[in-house]
């Protein structure tokens, strides 16, 4: 029984910690993003597209949208040419870049 207790506790630990660990696609949006994507994904002239509405967030794959945010896209690669700044690479976990791609979605709607 005591063993039982135990284990049960432990589980409730990781169960916990898990949860604290779980990154926000809100927090880091605000804190890494919304400088230049805005804080509603409203986009701003010479510093970044919209999110609020594009095809690219609401339909592009998980894949393809990652890849902008870890690799950036910048020269040649450019797609907004009346942009002058690139989109430079983040460093964020997996995690952290699937969290803030399902809040951008939400803003993108
Ligand atoms: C210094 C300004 C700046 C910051 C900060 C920034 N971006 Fe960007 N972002 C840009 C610019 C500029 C582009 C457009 C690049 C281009 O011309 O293709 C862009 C493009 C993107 C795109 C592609 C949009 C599309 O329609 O193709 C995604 C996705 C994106 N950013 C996500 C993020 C995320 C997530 C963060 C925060 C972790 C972030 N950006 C932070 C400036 C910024």
């Known amino acids: 029984m005591r063993k039982l207790v135990c284990i049960s506790v432990i589980a409730l630990c990781v169960a916990f910690s898990g949860t604290a660990l779980a990154a926000d696609g809100a927090e880091i949006y605000t804190k890494l993003c919304a400088a230049c994507h805005g804080l509603k994904g409203e986009g701003m002239a010479m510093m970044s597209p919209p999110i609020k509405g594009s095809e690219f967030i609401l339909k592009g794959k998980e894949a393809e949208i990652s890849d902008v945010i870890l690799k950036g896209r910048a020269g040649d690669a450019k797609k907004y040419k ?13 995690e952290e870049v699937a969290a803030v791609i399902a809040h951008m979605k939400e803003l993108a709607k």
């Open 82 to 94: 009346d942009i002058p700044i690139p989109m430079l690479p983040q460093k964020l976990n997996d």
